[in-house]
């Protein structure tokens, strides 16, 4: 059963720290690209950023740059998002995509359930 399994969400203050996993299994991980997207209430998924598959290249949305790495554990089928710095504006629920490809291009392949991040003041 082919499955993306984000977690690590919670709340956190204002500055402070979360990484979020996401686990995938029924199918291999290092064939694919990686993004992070989050959606609040109300609006469309907005991407946050994402690592490519081969030679790990990541990149960012403006708003997370500096803040925010993400990275990957082929070995592990697992990607991780680090959010550092966090802001109340940074809450939303935080997915992981993945598509097979050399970068992060929609449509997705698969997407995860998501795992909620709030951020208090």
Known sequence: QVQ??????????????????????GFTLDDYSIAWLRQVPGKE??????????????????FVKGRFIISRDNAKNTAYLQMN???????????????QAPGCIIPYDYIGQGTQVTVST
């Open 4 to 25: 993306l399994v984000e977690s690590g969400g919670g709340l956190v203050e204002s500055g402070g720290s979360l990484r979020l996993s996401c686990v995938a299994s």
């Open 45 to 62: 998924h907005e991407g946050v950023g994402c690592i490519r598959r081969g030679d790990g290249l990541t990149g960012y949305e403006d």
């Open 85 to 99: 710095s966090l802001k109340p504006e940074d809450a939303a629920v935080y997915y992981c995509a993945v598509v």
